[in-house]
């Protein structure tokens, strides 16, 4: 069973920066973030890390990358805007089409909060 751990998180300014991450242990796997607010995946990438997708309101500002010799994924996010405020769920799934489809996680986070002030 895959566990997922998150760092990072908080409160800037519109304009900052912010980087999360997200520790998994058990096993390797197709990660992402989810954002709870409205709900959906906003970026994902495979196991191998050879690809990477990325929901069109964060295109240009967020980039997430893994380390497989830590088992972590990082959620770099640059220009943050207010719409950005959300709790983000590291997310993990064996299925790539499963984990882009934002239905069921074989694994998530406990979330993090992220809030972004005009």
């Known amino acids: 069973q895959v566990h997922l751990t998150e760092s990072g998180g908080g409160s800037v300014q519109a304009g900052d920066s912010l980087t999360l991450s997200c520790a998994a242990s058990?096993?390797?796997?197709?990660m992402g973030w989810y954002r709870q607010a409205p709900g959906n995946i906003v970026a994902a990438i495979t196991w191998n890390g050879d690809k990477t997708y990325y929901a069109d309101s964060v295109k240009g500002r967020f980039a997430i990358s893994r380390d497989n010799a830590k088992n972590t994924i990082y959620l770099r996010m640059e220009n943050l805007k207010p719409e950005d405020t959300a709790v983000y769920y590291c997310?993990?799934?064996?299925?790539?089409?499963?984990?882009?489809?934002?239905?069921?996680?074989?694994?998530w986070g406990q979330g993090k909060q992220v809030t972004v002030s005009s």
């Open positions: 997310v993990a799934d064996d299925n790539i089409v499963t984990l882009l489809e934002g239905t069921s996680y074989d694994a």
């Open positions: 058990g096993g390797i796997l197709h």
